[in-house]
């Protein structure tokens, strides 16, 4: 079974930046892609981005591109999620999540960690 924990959320103002953390442990070997999507107060979970481990193959949602870069250290066994330009309506809870090769959902997901933009 794999595990995830995220971190590095928190409060910024509009405009600024944070950088949010995936680590992920135990059958590491499993995982294939790793996603982040986020939830924000009475909406539906959203993907945002997702990164492949192996060929690092990257996939945006429109809304962020431009302003999020998602990369992964291989060596760490850790993801990255780099978010600039940073808008009130990024404002969410913010989970990683792994996908297994040859499944097409992500099955395994953090607990996430909360970031709130200020106007």
């Known amino acids: 079974q794999v595990q995830l924990v995220e971190s590095g959320g928190g409060l910024v103002q509009a405009g600024g930046s944070l950088r949010l953390s995936c680590a992920v442990s135990g059958r590491t070997f499993g995982s294939y892609a790793i996603g982040w999507f986020r939830q924000a107060p009475g909406k539906e979970r959203e993907f945002v981005v997702s990164?492949?481990?192996?060929?690092?193959?990257?996939n945006y949602a429109e809304s962020v591109k431009g302003r999020f870069t998602i990369s992964r250290d291989n060596a760490k066994n850790t993801v990255y999620l780099q978010m600039t330009s940073l808008k009130p309506e990024d404002t969410a809870v913010y989970y990683c999540?792994?996908?297994?090769?040859?499944?097409?959902?992500?099955?395994?997901w953090g607990r996430g960690t909360q970031v709130t933009i200020s106007s």
């Open positions: 990164i492949t481990w192996s060929a690092g193959t990257t």
């Open positions: 999540a792994s996908r297994a090769r040859g499944v097409s959902n992500f099955t395994t």
